[in-house]
């Protein structure tokens, strides 16, 4: 096998081997090692003009984790060994509209859209990583702000993005069915394709608190 195709396999393996885990073991434990270079892989994400407008928050405090996984409904950042909170700089992301030399680059675009998908690019490069140290993950945006912001102390310039919590899974998560890409693939025009809606009742059977398939 060539170089290139021996590291697509590879890579290929860990995208697919991923799963979103939601029952971690107890006494668990991530090493402060295996942080840092979970850390470094997020510092490594591409950035809108490498403004790198993200902040990590580390949940250590007991209570802190509870007031976190309150927030988001479903208690995975208190069983989780280790959580983090990933914030953005609005007031950062925003620079990208004064900085860039051309007007379709906007203060707005950078507040809006920018941050969101800087967040996305280092998230991502962190769920990779774990998968490569043998470590479960879950990322979690559905929470309520205004509870994280009051409980992380986020000042008004920032916003939380997303908790991900780390760890070994305790048991085995479901693999949830994915679309053909071909159905999503289209060539120089979008061309409306007939969307077949079925699976949406499968992604309405993701019960995210426990982590497993209602069946309704
Ligand atoms: C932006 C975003 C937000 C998510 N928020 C939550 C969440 O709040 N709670 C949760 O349990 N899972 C959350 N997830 C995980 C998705 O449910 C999961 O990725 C999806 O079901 C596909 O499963 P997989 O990760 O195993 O491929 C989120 C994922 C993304 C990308």
């Given at each position: 096998m060539g170089k290139a195709m021996a590291s697509y396999k590879l890579l290929s393996e860990l995208i697919r081997k991923r799963r979103s885990v939601r029952s971690f073991q107890q006494n668990d434990v991530?090493?402060?090692?295996?942080?840092?270079?979970?850390?470094e892989a997020a510092k490594h994400?591409?950035?809108?003009?490498n403004l790198q407008p993200l902040e990590f928050i580390i949940l250590k405090d007991e209570k802190q984790k509870e007031r976190i996984a309150d927030a988001c409904r479903q208690n995975q950042p208190k069983t989780a060994p280790l959580s983090i909170l990933v914030v953005g700089n609005l007031e950062l992301a925003g620079k990208v509209g004064e900085i860039s030399s051309?007007?379709?680059?906007?203060?707005?675009k950078g507040e809006k859209m920018f941050i969101y998908m800087d967040a996305a690019a280092a998230i991502q490069n962190m769920l990779l990583t774990a998968t490569a140290l043998d470590i479960d993950s879950l990322w979690m945006s559905s929470f309520d702000d205004a509870t994280i912001t009051k409980a992380a102390n986020i000042p008004k310039s920032h916003i939380?993005?997303?908790?991900?919590?780390?760890?070994h899974r305790s048991k085995q998560p479901f693999s949830p069915a994915k679309l053909n890409?071909?159905?999503?693939?289209?060539?120089?025009?979008?061309?409306?394709?007939?969307?077949?809606?079925?699976?949406?009742?499968?992604c309405r059977q993701i019960n995210e608190p426990n982590g497993e398939l209602k069946t309704i």
């Open positions: 991530i090493s402060r090692h295996s942080l840092g270079l979970i850390l994400a591409p950035s809108a003009r051309h007007d379709i680059t906007t203060k707005e939380p993005l997303a908790v991900i919590s780390f760890g890409i071909g159905e999503r693939t289209h060539y120089d025009y979008f061309s409306k394709k007939e969307a077949d809606l079925a699976y949406l009742e499968t």
